[in-house]
């Protein structure tokens, strides 16, 4: 007959059965952790070979031509081996890597395809799959084409979001595309050596963006694209155009400003109008649409900045101030509000006005470190604690004297005093920057207590500015103008490309894109309608994208 267990006797089978399986689960995990090991033990050759091959990531070492995976058991229970053999868990599709202490390393991103240098030398590939970021190494000494073996490589960019570098001519490049892991990928065999030829990184100095064109200028060369209808590029024809196209031969350009449709340029000290010339806002003393550069009457060649609003123009000549063009709510300054068709005094007398700045029907300018604001002011865009349009100069925070910088947008300023950042105006979109939507008829700190801002820049609805040479945005963003990857609008600033900080200039288009330089780069985003980024097509951009030359 079959004895029937009494409770006792079952608790005490059930307490033999645990300490069993304290002692033999453990051992089963040991000895798997064990066979691992051994496994790894095993192929020592490979490991000191993939050890060397990781090496590359910082002292440029770089073993043969070929670096083979470390055979794996694909049936290891990677937890087992411990946290400090850990690098990753295994996923499919993943190529793995030991290191000499038996870590396992994978990475499931290739290498980049298509690395190529272009004749201006720009190091450009194709998007990885699954990468994170890219490393850029320059190939030392020779370049060979068809085998990596006995190279030296130097990293000389890491972290790379974009797909594009500044390579320099006569230089070799080869581009590794990085996972989450931070681990990057072997780029072997013919294809990944760059060889950079031409004249060099394309270097931009200055960059204006109108509402739907934009201007830019490289060593004196004077540039221009976007729409085109009213001759605003000034090559001569109204055709549009998607990439950068250079106005005329000239190698002096100097200051430029990009208005509504019409631009605005120096060279060797005299000042040049062209495009759109309703309401004489070219100051050439009459009305006619120019597709070329034309000069501003007087033929004087003192003239040192220059900027173009909407309709109207301003500019600075042996420190006096000069407005003409659209005149409809006092923003040309000389109290009336009659149109005019060539330049006219500003106050006239005054011969100590520093910068200039153009907003759609507003004007704001900076003499002897006092800041002065005129014209449309419904949204207190003016900045003088009222809504009331002015036609001749007001003081704004009368008394202070160390105003630096300054910019009109649509319906809102902002400017620099002492290193902080002021804004007021309209602010529908959160354009001021200051946490919420309410207009405001006199400035208010952006991000209080920074002092470090340098150059400002207010777009139609948007603003963009650089602090400690990084650069942030914020404003209305339906066409991703802000530069942040995303469409939202955003009321305070927000950081463009991150962990960058050599932006240099800024400039917000009059309705809805954005322009900027980093390290001698241009890069644009936003609204691409008509070509007005310079990237060769009409597709809009929520991030920079690198201009560069046809």
Do not use: C
């Not at 000389?156 to 320099?168: D, H, Q, R, Y």
Request: proline share 5%; glycine share 16%.
């Amino acid at each position: 007959m079959r004895k029937k267990f009494n409770l006792i006797e079952l608790v005490a089978v059930i307490a033999i059965i645990g300490i069993l399986a304290s002692i033999v689960i453990p051992n089963i995990a040991e000895m798997q952790g064990r066979a691992s090991k051994t496994a790894i033990q095993n192929n020592m050759r490979n490991i000191q070979i993939a050890a060397d091959h990781f090496s590359m990531e910082r002292n440029g070492a770089m073993p043969t031509a070929e670096a083979p995976t470390v055979n794996i058991p694909q049936r290891i229970d990677f937890a087992i081996l411990g946290e400090e053999f850990l690098r990753s868990t295994p996923r499919e599709g993943a190529t793995y890597w030991l290191d000499a202490s038996g870590r396992v390393w994978a990475s499931t991103v290739g290498a980049p395809g298509g690395v190529a240098v272009s004749m201006a030398g720009v190091v450009t590939w194709s998007p990885v799959s699954g990468a994170v970021s890219y490393t850029v190494y320059e190939v030392v000494g020779a370049a060979p084409a068809e085998t990596m073996a006995a190279m030296t490589l130097a990293v000389v960019a890491e972290g790379l979001t974009e797909t594009t570098f500044a390579g320099e001519a006569g230089k070799a490049y080869i581009v590794s595309a990085v996972d989450l892991h931070g681990l990057p990928t072997v780029p072997t065999g013919p294809g990944f050596v760059a060889e950079a030829s031409g004249g060099g990184a394309v270097v931009w100095d200055a960059v204006a963006a109108g509402v739907s064109h934009t201007l830019a200028l490289r060593g004196g060369e004077l540039w221009a694209w976007g729409r085109n209808s009213e001759g605003q590029l000034g090559i001569g024809s109204t055709s549009q155009q998607t990439r950068p196209v250079r106005v005329g031969g000239h190698s002096d350009w100097t200051h430029i400003s990009a208005g509504r449709h019409h631009s605005l340029a120096i060279r060797g000290g005299q000042l040049f109008a062209w495009g759109e010339s309703d309401n004489g806002r070219l100051g050439t003393g009459h009305i006619t649409d120019q597709t070329s550069p034309q000069p501003v009457s007087g033929g004087h060649s003192t003239w040192t900045h220059v900027s173009g609003g909407w309709g109207h123009s301003l500019a600075i000549r042996g420190g006096q101030l000069f407005a003409w063009g659209h005149n409809g709510f006092g923003q040309l300054g000389i109290g009336n509000t009659t149109n005019q068709s060539s330049p006219q005094p500003v106050l006239g007398g005054h011969s100590d006005w520093t910068h200039v700045s153009g907003g759609a029907d507003h004007s704001l300018a900076i003499r002897g470190g006092q800041l002065f604001a005129w014209g449309h002011n419904v949204f207190g865009e003016l900045g003088i604690g009222n809504l009331t349009n002015q036609s001749s100069p007001q003081p704004v925070l009368g008394g202070h004297s160390t105003w630096t910088h300054v910019s009109g947008g649509r319906t809102h300023s902002l400017a620099i005093r002492g290193g902080q950042l002021f804004a007021w105006g309209a602010n529908f979109a959160g354009e001021l920057g200051i946490g919420n939507t309410t207009n405001q008829s006199s400035p208010q700190p952006v991000l209080g207590g920074h002092t470090t801002w340098t150059h400002v820049s207010a777009g139609q609805q948007h603003s963009l500015a650089i602090r400690g040479g990084q650069l942030f945005a914020w404003g209305f963003n339906s066409s991703g103008q802000l530069g942040i990857g995303n469409t939202p609008n955003q009321s305070s600033p927000q950081p463009v490309l991150g962990g960058h900080s050599t932006w240099t200039h800024v400039s917000g288009g009059l309705q809805h894109h954005s322009l900027a330089i980093r390290g001698g780069q241009l890069f644009a985003w936003g609204r691409n309608g008509v070509g007005q980024l310079g990237i060769g097509n009409t597709t809009n951009q929520s991030s920079p994208q690198l201009v560069t030359l046809p």
